[in-house]
């Protein structure tokens, strides 16, 4: 049976390890790090996001800058507020909250935030840094970040290691196999125009699953001993839930956990990890910051 990776016992143990950096930092130089979270609209899902990364925030003592604005805010309104958060010294992250209304330019707006700031790990700027040899991005993506954190963290090595990855957005897929890349694995990539995706993924020592496809990774897919990172998290009906439902992976984990060396559950594998990264890579700009201005 594999070792299932508690993801939420490790985000604990790094949001003590921030928390105390934060206090030093707050002592030494009076500053504590600062980030901002930009919001359009009332969409329920984001706000619900945003709150999880305030209250974390709150915890931590990290101070978060708020900015709430109507759905129907001029894209000019939104780069002007990016644009004031990114001259305010007390702020060293910047997070606006995805999706954006559809008037509003997703790329011109992330563009516009300073990658001194770029919590988010989004802007191209970042992005290029990840895919160059040689080259350090300022912040890497957060779920992505997370995924290399529960391996490390578990004892898992990934030098020289076959690892693949299901999925290649922006946002995870694609940084995550740029990340395996830097660690020196040997990285393949699985996306929905693969042919037998079951004879790639067998071959493979680590497994990064973010497909958005409920449990499509099987038992029989998993080469025995490897280390699976499920990312995806899907709602499917289960009647016997009061909420209706439920939340799965995409890898079935009753079987994959039969096969692997080290598995990680939904929820509680990569999830809570991913707002811990965010708080970190806050902390990480506000070290940057205060390095380069004491
Ligand atoms: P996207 O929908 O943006 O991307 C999905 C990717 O998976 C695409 O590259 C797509 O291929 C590929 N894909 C889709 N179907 C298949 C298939 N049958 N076989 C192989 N590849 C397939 O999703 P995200 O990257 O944003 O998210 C992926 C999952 O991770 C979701 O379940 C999401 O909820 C979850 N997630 C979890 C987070 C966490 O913190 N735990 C954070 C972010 C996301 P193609 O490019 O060809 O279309």
Redesign the pocket.
Known sequence: MATVIDGKAVAQTIRSEIAEEVRQLSQKYGKVPGLAVVIVGNRKDSQSYVGMKRKACAELGIKSFDVDLPEQVSEAEVIKQVHELNANPDVHGILVQLPLPKHINEEKVLTEISIEKDVDGFHPLNIGKLAMKGRDPLFLPC?PK?CLELLERSGVSIKGKNAVV????N???LPASLLLLKADATVSI?????NQ?ESIIREADIVIA????PM?IKGSWIKPGAAVID????AVDDPTKKSGYRLVG?VDFAEASKVAGWITPVPGG??P??VTMLLKNTLDGAKRYIAQNN
Request: hydrophobic share 40%.
């Open positions: 779920t997370a299901v999925g290649r957005s946002i995870v897929g699985v996306h929905s125009r693969t995706p973010a497909a958005g496809q499509m990312v995806g998290t899907n995409d990569v999830g990890m991913t």
